[in-house]
């Protein structure tokens, strides 16, 4: 079966870069930049910016953050080529960058370049030409907690990355962080995301541990092996790792984690083929984390409500770039819908008692 791997698209009008100045920076400390420079674009993320760069018969893949940023910590590539420069060398899904560039005068913003690695990312659709059985799908997410329970067991110490983030009161720390977050990116009254903050704010459990990690952890974030496709070959978009509880973690894999009994507005917000036959449910994927790790998850609950509020607050901050003009990608105009979606699946999973 030929399956095409994560496709790019011609650089979208007022992303482009400036190829000239960058290939003459890349010639001089990336030796395997030989050639002239051509651009394209991965063209899903919603956050920093991917493109893939061309040289000759090499690839690179360039990181930057989004035109118009307004908030500099949530987009500090710095920080992100560190991580991956010590991660990558114990945790081998993440790829392994080459440089950092920091001076804003070769595209006008800090930036890194990284391996490429070459596979296949599911997004909500199977692309065309791939079908899963249920023995597939069910083996690919008990994968997908196996790698992050992986993740989880890295002696971040040892990795150098013990200076990553502060764990001494992350779950507290998330809640009251996530809220605040949203009241900066607020467009429009939603009751349903007060409640859910408060209810959070009133049922937070005890801290569970110390872990790296990703803290944005989904199907369209890893690369699969297209000749094996329960086998991840790379853990993408790693700008928001930082130390913390891995149960947080978990939580936001979850919260991305859409069931075929699920509200049909939650189904159509998915981005990921979570709903295929055999896929395992959210309570399989949190007995498959207690499983690989030996560690106990005494408040799913938490963690899910957890996972949506916090989902549903970055796509508001996403909306929120539109709607104060700060981007013009039409892709992030109805947003503000997806993130209402979001906050009434937390309601619901409370009210319920279940996730």
């Known amino acids: 079966m030929n399956i095409e791997c994560d496709q790019t698209t011609a650089v979208r009008p007022g992303e482009e870069l400036d190829l ?37 018969a090499s690839e690179f893949v360039l990181r930057r953050p989004p035109f118009g940023n307004q908030v500099q ?45 070459r596979g296949l990312i599911l997004r909500k659709s199977l692309p065309p030409g791939l079908s899963l059985t249920p023995e597939t799908a069910g083996r690919l997410g008990q994968s997908l907690i196996e790698t992050l329970a992986r993740l989880h067991a890295v002696d971040y110490q040892a990795a150098g990355l013990a200076d990553l983030g502060k764990p001494a009161g992350y779950v507290a720390r998330q809640v009251t962080g996530w809220i605040k977050r949203y009241e900066g990116a607020r467009t429009d009254d939603v009751k349903s995301m007060e409640r859910v903050a408060q209810w959070l704010t009133e049922h937070l459990p005890a801290e569970s541990g110390v872990a790296v990690i990703h803290n944005d952890y989904k199907y369209d974030n890893v690369v699969l092996d297209p000749a094996k496709m329960t086998r991840i070959v790379a853990v993408l978009d790693w700008e928001m790792a930082t130390l913390g509880d891995p149960l947080m973690d978990l939580g936001t894999t979850l919260g991305y984690w859409v069931e075929g009994g699920d509200p049909q507005p939650l189904q159509q917000a998915a981005i990921g083929p979570t709903m295929l036959r055999g896929s395992p449910t959210r309570r399989e994927l949190v007995e498959c984390y207690e499983r690989a790790t030996g560690r106990d998850v005494p408040q799913p609950l938490f963690y899910y409500a957890f996972g949506l509020f916090k989902i549903a607050v970055i796509i508001q901050q996403i909306y929120a770039r539109l709607v104060r003009g700060h981007t013009r990608d039409p892709r992030f105009a109805r947003m503000n819908e997806i993130a209402l979606v979001m906050s009434h699946q937390a309601e619901r999973a409370i009210a319920g008692g279940v996730i």
Do not use: I, W
């Not at 030989?34 to 061309?54: E, M, V």
């Not at 560190?82 to 560039?101: G, I, N, Q, T």
């Open 20 to 56: 000239a100045r960058l290939e003459g920076y890349l010639r001089e400390r990336l030796p395997e930049c030989a050639g002239p420079l051509a651009a394209l674009q991965f063209p899903h993320g919603h956050s920093n910016l991917t493109y893939l760069l061309r040289a000759g």
């Open 73 to 117: 910590t949530a987009h500090d590539m710095g920080r992100e080529y560190r991580v991956l420069a010590k991660l990558s060398a114990v945790f081998p899904e993440a790829p392994r960058p080459y440089l950092f560039c920091d001076d804003s005068g070769v595209l006008g913003a800090p930036f890194y370049v990284m391996e490429r690695r």
